[in-house]
């Protein structure tokens, strides 16, 4: 029994073998809660960040909750590798207009994810590291945010045209 079985049996309140359905709404359950503690991280780190510069002050909270984001969303990605790697193919194939807009749907709710993560990550470094160089306080201002936001939406545009093109219609 791996830890990711005796964790379910911990927290997920089964002690005996389940089906496959019941282990699907499990993990269902608990990406979920991943999606959330995503969030709520997400909005605390924001909150720490503008914290700091308001106070201009460094604190430990906001580089914390940087690698604590970083981690869940390492953790969920190559969660998701992985079990894309069982079905042995890199191509996503659609054989009708319903899968393949479902696929394309799953695809830009992953690249919304991949972009907060990139914006509050480059946001918290890019602040924290000029801060630290410049020998100042962290500061933020509209150019910063928006430079950001632009840097982002490029490179996730980029990251979405290149999955699409991974998926192959085959109808």
């Not at 079985?5 to 089964?14: A, I, P, T, V």
């Not at 979920?32 to 605390?44: A, E, P, Q, W």
């Not at 150019?143 to 939406?153: A, H, M, N, R």
């Amino acid at each position: 029994m791996n830890i990711q079985e005796k964790m379910l049996q911990r927290y997920m309140g089964f002690h005996n073998p389940r089906d496959e359905y019941q282990k699907n709404e499990m993990y269902h359950v608990l990406a979920n809660g991943t999606i959330y503690i995503f969030g709520l991280v997400t909005l605390f780190l924001l909150i720490s960040l503008c914290w700091d510069v308001y106070y201009h002050q460094f604190s430990a909270a906001t580089p914390l909750l940087l690698f604590i984001q970083t981690f869940i969303f390492l953790f969920t990605t190559l969660k998701g590798n992985k079990i894309r790697k069982d079905n042995q193919t890199m191509y996503i194939e659609s054989y009708d207009e319903k899968h393949y807009n479902q696929q394309i749907s799953v695809l830009k709710r992953q690249m919304i994810y991949v972009s907060i993560f990139l914006f509050t990550a480059n946001l918290v470094v890019s602040s924290y590291v000029t801060a630290l160089t410049d020998n100042h306080m962290p500061r933020l201002d509209i150019f910063d945010i928006l430079g950001t936001i632009v840097e982002i939406s490029i490179l996730v545009t980029f990251i979405y045209l290149l999955a699409k093109m991974m998926m192959a219609k085959r109808f």
